[in-house]
């Protein structure tokens, strides 16, 4: 096994637990990077060992340690989802690639439940995947970069059209201009 696929295995639980907090914080306002995690029952601050990825969960058997709350499968299944990103984008590529494909599908895995849970694609996620996927492509093979950023803009001019039409014809969203940045990163 390659150094860089042995360590993006050991730290991709602790990424999807950061994934959790981002998904739970984002699109609530909240600050992700600022404040401790607690309890959303007890609001007990949790300790350095309640937040081991995996392992506190099932040693507290899926309950907080200070009051006892059900806690639900949720960031159990958030710390088993980002692994199996990166292990099945190590099945496929190597090297900086598989950095690149990583942070992109645990990008993806964090709109999708986000997305799931509140119809949302907040642009601090969806926006910089633009730049971050010219900039591979880019790097991949420069003389197609202008064909990728067209693809990007008509990406994003169609899911834009599409909704406007919708908009127009209903009278209310369909389609939100969330959409229409992610299909300008895939272009």
Known sequence: MELEVLVIAVAAPFVGSFLGVV????P??????L??????????????????????WFWQRGRCAYCQAHLGAFYPVIELAAPA???SAAWLI????????CLLGWTLLCLAMIDHR?????DILTLPLIPAGLAVACAIDPALLPAHVLGALAGFAA????????RRLH?????????AKLLAAAG
């Open 118 to 122: 509140h119809l949302l694609l907040p």
């Open 171 to 179: 009278g209310r969203h369909g389609l939100g201009l969330g959409d």
């Open 23 to 26: 998904i739970e914080r984002l």
């Open 85 to 87: 990103v990166a292990l």
């Open 159 to 166: 899911f834009a059209l599409i909704g406007t039409v919708y």
């Open 35 to 56: 404040g401790r995690s607690a309890c959303d029952a007890c609001g007990a601050t949790l300790g350095v060992l309640d937040l081991v990825p995996l392992v506190s």
């Open 28 to 33: 609530a306002g909240h600050p992700i990077l």
């Open 94 to 101: 190597t090297g900086w690639l598989l950095v690149a494909s």
